[in-house]
């Protein structure tokens, strides 16, 4: 009767491997999302990820110890109202190729020391008016000095752009300021100020005259088309044509790797699946971002504004499911008005191997984005801009972002 000892213990491994089962179980489908739902901390955690911070110890001062030559660093300061407080936003601006080298210009005032003269000098090259300029608006995780990020900006300065890049609240070296949507879109609209204020400094007969573009990636889709959708607003009803100028939307915004809503993303995405088939998944995950206003609804914000739109996305990206960014140009192409800028969409096949943040490698990357930047050189968006309508739901934001200076 030997075999009754060993029967007993088989049922009691069978009985803890079961325990142990549902309790993973309970824990993994059950407490966790109910964490996730409780908790805006979580949330954000899971969406922002800007407790990632690769490269450690970058030297933001120095970004030519990051591979970067011809490039300055510099720091964006003003009053958030979304914070309540004076925030700083760390830049990079870099030089096209054929000034990455330049250490002189006209200046009278010898008077300046170094940082101020090299400022000065990158200052004039900005607004001189002979070379595009593109503000990048990176993902989620990490900071502007990330390695596919360090990657794209060679791509663009290669092709003679200046390069604007910068870390939103609470990446980088920028303020340690709670990251939300309309917190880092009001960061955006801030640099992109920034910017037209120093390309139109020398410009002033001429308003405009350097054309700017706005490049999102990831996560950075979402904040552009979100920003530009509450440009729009302003200029839409500005009184003020000299402001509706200033305020110009960019010549074309590209998107690199978009999804189309929050909500869809989180259930395309592959952490987002495991989770998708409970029947609490609405409740405890799309309902919890939607009431934390975690939502980047660019399917919606993509139709208020006029700038042309280059889509790229790689069909083996399992970040931002390749659907997803056709989805969004879908919805350009639907909602838009006919008097707004072309909406391009240009997919690359999972054989080229460039999923999520690998684009830049993307051997005919660089004609295609030439292309377009040539297309849009002189077509101001302004122009058809006046008297459209636009999202009456954003005004509330407008009025909470806008009109803000540089301090």
Request: aromatic share 14%.
């Given at each position: 009767?030997?075999?009754?000892?060993?029967?007993r213990l088989a049922k009691r491994?069978?009985?803890?491997?079961?325990?142990?089962?549902?309790?993973?179980?309970?824990?993994?489908?059950?407490?966790?999302?109910?964490f996730f739902k409780y908790s805006?901390?979580?949330?954000?955690?899971?969406?922002?990820?800007?407790?990632?911070?690769?490269?450690?110890?970058?030297?933001?001062?120095?970004?030519?110890?990051?591979?970067?030559?011809?490039?300055?660093?510099?720091?964006?300061?003003?009053?958030?109202?979304?914070?309540?407080?004076?925030?700083?936003?760390?830049?990079?601006?870099?030089?096209?190729?054929?000034?990455?080298?330049?250490?002189?210009?006209?200046?009278?005032?010898?008077?300046?020391?170094?940082?101020?003269?090299?400022?000065?000098?990158?200052?004039?090259?900005?607004?001189?008016?002979?070379?595009?300029?593109?503000?990048?608006?990176?993902?989620?995780?990490?900071?502007?000095?990330?390695?596919?990020?360090?990657?794209?900006?060679?791509?663009?300065?290669?092709?003679?752009?200046?390069?604007?890049?910068?870390?939103?609240?609470?990446?980088?070296?920028?303020?340690?300021?709670?990251?939300?949507?309309?917190?880092?879109?009001?960061?955006?609209?801030?640099?992109?100020?920034?910017?037209?204020?120093?390309?139109?400094?020398?410009?002033?007969?001429?308003?405009?005259?350097?054309?700017?573009?706005?490049?999102?990636?990831?996560?950075?889709?979402?904040?552009?088309?979100?920003?530009?959708?509450?440009?729009?607003?302003?200029?839409?009803?500005?009184?003020?044509?000299?402001?509706?100028?200033?305020?110009?939307?960019?010549?074309?915004?590209?998107?690199?790797?978009?999804?189309?809503?929050?909500?869809?993303?989180?259930?395309?995405?592959?952490?987002?699946?495991?989770?998708?088939?409970?029947?609490?998944?609405?409740?405890?995950?799309?309902?919890?971002?939607?009431?934390?206003?975690?939502?980047?609804?660019?399917?919606?914000?993509?139709?208020?504004?006029?700038?042309?739109?280059?889509?790229?996305?790689?069909?083996?990206?399992?970040?931002?499911?390749?659907?997803?960014?056709?989805?969004?140009?879908?919805?350009?192409?639907?909602?838009?008005?006919?008097?707004?800028?072309?909406?391009?969409?240009?997919?690359?096949?999972?054989?080229?191997?460039?999923?999520?943040?690998?684009?830049?490698?993307?051997?005919?990357?660089?004609?295609?984005?030439?292309?377009?930047?040539?297309?849009?050189?002189?077509?101001?968006?302004?122009?058809?801009?006046?008297?459209?309508?636009?999202?009456?739901?954003?005004?509330?934001?407008?009025?909470?972002?806008?009109?803000?200076?540089?301090?």
């Amino acid at each position: 009767m030997n075999w009754l000892p060993k029967k007993r213990l088989a049922k009691r491994i069978t009985f803890n491997t079961l325990k142990c089962g549902l309790i993973g179980f309970a824990i993994f489908f059950g407490i966790l999302p109910f964490f996730f739902k409780y908790s805006t901390v979580i949330q954000k955690g899971f969406v922002f990820l800007n407790f990632i911070q690769y490269p450690m110890n970058t030297d933001f001062n120095a970004p030519e110890k990051s591979g970067i030559n011809g490039a300055r660093n510099l720091y964006i300061k003003y009053h958030s109202n979304i914070a309540s407080h004076r925030v700083r936003i760390g830049v990079w601006h870099i030089l096209p190729e054929k000034y990455k080298n330049w250490t002189s210009v006209d200046i009278d005032n010898s008077a300046l020391d170094k940082d101020s003269r090299k400022d000065a000098v990158f200052d004039d090259l900005l607004a001189k008016g002979d070379c595009p300029v593109i503000l990048y608006v990176h993902g989620n995780a990490n900071h502007r000095g990330s390695g596919h990020r360090l990657e794209l900006y060679k791509v663009l300065q290669d092709l003679q752009y200046h390069i604007i890049a910068f870390d939103y609240r609470g990446y980088g070296d920028s303020s340690r300021s709670e990251v939300t949507e309309i917190g880092i879109v009001e960061d955006m609209i801030n640099v992109y100020r920034w910017v037209l204020e120093k390309v139109q400094s020398q410009n002033t007969s001429e308003r405009g005259a350097v054309p700017v573009y706005v490049w999102g990636h990831s996560l950075g889709t979402g904040i552009s088309t979100h920003a530009l959708s509450v440009l729009a607003a302003d200029i839409a009803t500005s009184d003020n044509q000299n402001d509706i100028y200033q305020l110009r939307e960019p010549n074309g915004l590209i998107l690199e790797s978009p999804f189309n809503n929050m909500f869809d993303e989180f259930e395309d995405h592959f952490i987002g699946k495991i989770y998708s088939w409970l029947p609490w998944f609405d409740w405890m995950i799309l309902k919890a971002i939607d009431k934390s206003n975690i939502t980047f609804k660019s399917d919606e914000y993509i139709t208020s504004f006029a700038s042309p739109v280059l889509i790229l996305h790689a069909k083996d990206d399992f970040i931002v499911p390749y659907h997803l960014g056709f989805k969004l140009y879908n919805s350009a192409i639907q909602y838009r008005s006919s008097e707004y800028g072309e909406v391009q969409f240009k997919g690359f096949e999972s054989s080229d191997k460039l999923g999520h943040k690998y684009i830049c490698r993307a051997q005919e990357l660089p004609t295609l984005i030439n292309t377009f930047v040539t297309k849009y050189y002189r077509i101001f968006p302004q122009k058809i801009n006046r008297g459209r309508a636009y999202l009456p739901w954003i005004e509330g934001e407008r009025q909470k972002i806008l009109h803000e200076k540089q301090v």
